[in-house]
């Protein structure tokens, strides 16, 4: 992971050490902050590092705009790098890139011909769905006043109709 202070400032207490700092804070609540930064490791490692962080910025110098050539400066190396970077990248996909927009060339003149073909043709189309002739309800279901009664109407039934010889 990223690197991680060993003594970190309490949370409540961290914006109020900048304005320690700047002098800023007054009467009671400055005394109670100092208290506590004798107290907390913390907060006292938080306070060294803020003193030291003002005398890096007071012996860079004075802070002035650097004017507008600095942002296209900045943003032209930013886009330098990304170039840098992304060449490989796009080397990698650009095989993918151009089979896709082949297949997706391809797709689209087959579904042009496919709907050219169906408005100019006149097909007549047949059912969709399979019909079947009329049957005999007989055939399917039997007749329920000819139910079998007994073991022996079935026997018979079954001799009638020459079933049992296949």
């Known amino acids: 992971m990223g690197w ?3 003594n970190r400032a309490c949370a409540e207490r961290d914006p109020l050490i900048e304005d320690l700092l700047s002098e800023e804070l007054h009467g009671a609540e400055r005394e109670r902050l ?27 110098g004075p802070s002035q705009d650097p004017g507008p050539a600095f942002t296209r400066m900045v943003m032209a190396r930013i886009r330098t790098e990304q170039q840098a970077s ?9 095989p993918l890139v151009a089979f896709a927009s082949r297949f997706a060339i391809s797709a689209t003149l087959a579904l042009g011909l496919l709907v050219a073909y169906g408005t100019m043709t006149k097909v007549v189309h047949g059912p969709s769905v399979a019909s079947l002739g009329a049957s005999q309800p007989s055939e399917i279901f039997p007749d329920p006043s000819n139910a079998a ?3 022996d109407d079935v026997m018979l039934w079954l001799a009638e109709n020459n079933h049992g010889k296949h």
């Open 149 to 151: 009664r007994s073991r």
């Open 4 to 6: 991680e202070p060993k």
């Open 34 to 60: 100092v208290q506590h930064i004798q107290d907390c490791a913390g907060c006292s490692a938080a306070l060294e590092s803020a003193k030291l962080s003002q005398r890096l910025l007071r012996v860079a």
């Open 86 to 94: 992304g060449a490989s990248d796009k080397k990698y996909w650009q």
